[in-house]
């Protein structure tokens, strides 16, 4: 009978160890993650309502009058069915040309 004096690995113990705390880190790290989205969404749509505006004032410039949502998607300023913000609120254009966020409500 062959005698193993230099076995190398893992016991089952050290991989449970393992799994246990990378389960601790994955708990800790998923309720940070989902609390923020939240702020992450509220960002993209300030951002995406300055992106508009910046619109707005260039199609003030090239046509000398104030658009609304349709002028700026049939002219090729804004993309087809990108009129709202990422976390699902609309967005407005007063007749002054201010672009502001309609809060649903």
């Known amino acids: 009978m062959k005698k193993f004096t230099c076995q190398k690995g893992f ?6 160890v ?3 705390i990378i389960s601790v880190l994955i708990l800790i790290a ?3 993650v989902t609390k923020h989205s939240a702020t992450i969404d509220d960002k993209g749509c300030e ?3 300055k992106m508009v505006q910046g619109q707005v004032e260039a199609y003030r410039i090239d046509v000398k009058a104030v658009p ?3 002028d700026l998607t049939d002219n090729g300023y804004l993309n087809e069915g990108e009129t709202t913000c990422p976390n699902g ?3 407005q254009i007063d007749a002054a040309g201010l ?3 309609v809060v649903p409500g």
């Open 18 to 20: 393992v799994l246990l």
């Open 30 to 32: 998923i309720p940070n």
């Open 99 to 101: 672009v502001t966020e």
């Open 89 to 91: 609120a609309g967005i």
């Open 11 to 16: 016991t089952l113990i050290e991989m449970m």
């Open 68 to 70: 609304t949502l349709t």
């Open 47 to 49: 951002a995406y309502v």
